[in-house]
């Protein structure tokens, strides 16, 4: 890998660069900058712009570790990057740090980002198409008005365990809850492991002291689902995973699973958490959406372009000698699009604080052939989820002062911590009937359908058995916490 460049402290102008001069962010070992670490959590966007500043569109970066990579920062680089996997693999493998012993594959905490496993996020070409084509699948199954009715569903449950104290702590009892609810139940998790899977999975993300053993757990209901869908498909994920015609095995379904899971939870609920709090903290963004100036769909797709739920996308591995953004990269190099820095890059939007009205050109799901598959149901639930909170709540105001609203960070995303707001107190909705859930496609295209719909009547329930039960319980786990 090339050395990140020590040019900019030195050679450029022959002498020490003057105070101010954006060559001092340079904080790490041959002169790169960390992507970890203090400045990196506290400012990220302001670290990006530094880095362009001193490096233009694609910057030597240093991950945990002082593991080295490239940031690629422009928007025009990121889509080039993205777009051309026979230039630049998505597959770990690939990079040459394995070899040279620069990451130590026991410790790293970058191996669940950047370690290979046999998933469609690691492979490239016939075999990615193979992979991605059973995902894609068993995501485009449900119907769009179906997986709204089920999320709007969820949506009234949970404020029903909140809507009568007049205050709540959104992120931790709306905007993480929600997506973990629908994603298990579209995966065919059922009734009874599901409030457990939900505070498992969430738990995993947390990095606490109990996530090593919330990720076995979700590993082995994985597991445990697997086993339960060979034996019993049914209209769900799972089963459409395991019916496709490109044959995946146990373990790949497993996988899969668990990536579907991750790669859909964490961002739907950032994109969540981050429309909310714009909501609550923004008069001008808040009165744009009140007065139909902006739909709700606009906003989150504004929201979509400022604030990324991944903000730093791993990764890319260059499959030969290639020049980007000036930059000479070496076969083996790491590269990380640089999706939040791409969609603000002057090139493409001068002014960033102009409105982005009706433009879905940005980066935050990726390009290429990696694209996010599950863009729409994440727009789906970040729209009605909050759809139903504001109409429900139209009166919320965040309970504290902007100020003390603070975020987790790392080097890939950030995420704010909590959102306490306030509202007047209303009762819960009176109805528990089960929600409807999402159909099949009016037509069949020629994959396997576990459950096969009727000629006549109503859709066909996601799963036949009644739902109220664990429903229940969820509401009263919430309503423990
Ligand atoms: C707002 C929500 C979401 C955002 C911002 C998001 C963003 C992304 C990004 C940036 C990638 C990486 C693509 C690359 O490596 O170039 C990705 C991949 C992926 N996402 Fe999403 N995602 C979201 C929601 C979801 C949901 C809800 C699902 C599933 C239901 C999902 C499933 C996947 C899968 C399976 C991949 C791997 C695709 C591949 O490698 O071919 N995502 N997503």
Redesign the pocket.
Known sequence: MTVPPTEHDTAQSGSIPPPGCPAHIADGPGGATRLYGPAAATDPMGLYEKLRAAHGPVAPVLLDGDVRAWLVLGYLENRDV?SRPTQFS?DPRVWHGWRSGEIDPATSPLVPMIGWRP?????DGEE?QR??GA?TAG?SQFDHRGVRRLITRFAHQLIDTFCESGEAELVERFTEHL?MLT?TH?LGMSDESAPKLVHAARDLFKATETSLASNAYVLECLEQLVVEKRARPGHD?ASALMAHPAGLTDEEVQH?LR???L???E??A??MSNVMRMVVTDPRFRGSLAGGQMTLPEAVEQV?WDE???MV??G?WANGDTTLGGQEIKAGDMLL?G?AAGNVDQAIRPDAATPVHHNRAH?????????????D???I??DAGIDILLTRLPDIALAVPEESLSWRSSTWARHLTALPVTFAARPPRADDVPAPLPAPPAQSDGRPAAVPRPAAGPAPALRPEPRASWLTRVRRFLRRR
């Open positions: 993205a998505r998933d469609c996020v690691c492979a990615h992979l991605r995902v995501l997506p994603l579209l994920i899969h990536l579907i899971l790669a859909g939870y961002t739907t950032n994109l979509l990324p739920p991944l996308c791993p890319r699009l999706l980066l935050s799901f990726s390009a290429g052939t990696h694209e996010c598959p599950g863009q149901i994440g727009r639930i970040a």
